[in-house]
């Protein structure tokens, strides 16, 4: 079983010793952590890697907070990422009302409490996880139902084309499906004949000293897959 991936979380503060404190707290998720010094450093991370949550300094030199913080809404990619602000300032009301606008989903005051951290931070990593299988999952199913359809397609193409009558049914004995030839065998001129129980199609072929024979070995087969349905 191959080990769970992890999910990235990008840091991003203009102090080294911020990034260091984040990353011991951190560090015991055992995701991979993103260091960026400044809000150009941390757009570049996003030009190359998905994260599961961003922990963004408010007051940087040069770019703060908010305008990377807005730069990072503007591309599609990453519209949707989750965006803590981390800030030394109480937060008024003024700078969360802007900040919840930008996109932020939380404030956290400097000094970090480590234990609220962690738990923020870790319900975005697993939400980003199962939102990352679900989409592996949708993927598969989708290949599947592709690959599905074009077999079938194979199926129908050659049993269009093939000399012999074929013919399909469902578990209640109703016809499905049959090709041009196995009409011509059996007389049929329309579809619509399809839709008749059994005794009504491929049984008229059979011949009459055979057909109870038929009707029984048919019958107990149904019976039997349906029987294996039901467990």
């Known amino acids: 079983m191959q080990p769970e991936p992890k999910a990235n979380i990008l840091l991003v503060d203009d102090k080294p010793e911020n990034l260091l404190a984040l990353e ?18 941390a757009l570049r991370c996003l030009l190359h890697q998905d994260f599961a949550v961003i922990l963004l ?5 040069g770019m703060d907070g908010f305008e990377t913080a807005s730069l ?4 599609q990619r990453s519209r949707q990422t989750p965006i803590i602000f981390l800030t030394a300032f109480g937060a ?7 900040g919840y606008s930008l996109g932020a989903v939380d404030y956290l005051l400097k000094p970090i409490n480590s234990d609220i951290l962690l738990s ?8 980003y996880k199962k939102t990352e299988a679900l989409k592996q999952q949708t993927a598969l199913l989708t290949t599947i139902n ?3 359809k074009q077999s079938e397609e194979r199926f129908r193409l050659i049993s269009t084309c093939s000399p012999i009558g074929i013919f399909e049914t469902n578990f209640e004995g109703f016809c499905t499906f049959a090709n041009t030839r196995y009409k011509t065998i059996c007389g049929f001129t329309d579809s619509g004949n399809l839709t008749d129980g059994l005794t009504e ?10 057909r109870e024979r038929a009707i029984n070995s048919w019958s107990s087969y149904i019976k039997s897959e349906n029987s294996q349905k039901e467990l």
């Open 146 to 148: 592709s690959e599905l």
């Open 201 to 210: 199609i491929w049984l008229q072929s059979v011949h009459p000293e055979d």
């Open 92 to 98: 008024n009301d003024q700078m969360q009302f802007k």
């Open 57 to 61: 300094d408010v007051q940087m030199p």
């Open 120 to 127: 923020k931070v870790n319900v975005f990593v697993e939400l």
């Open 72 to 75: 990072i809404r503007s591309r």
């Open 24 to 41: 011991a707290i951190l560090g015991n998720l055992g995701e991979n952590l993103v260091q960026a010094n400044c809000g150009e450093e």
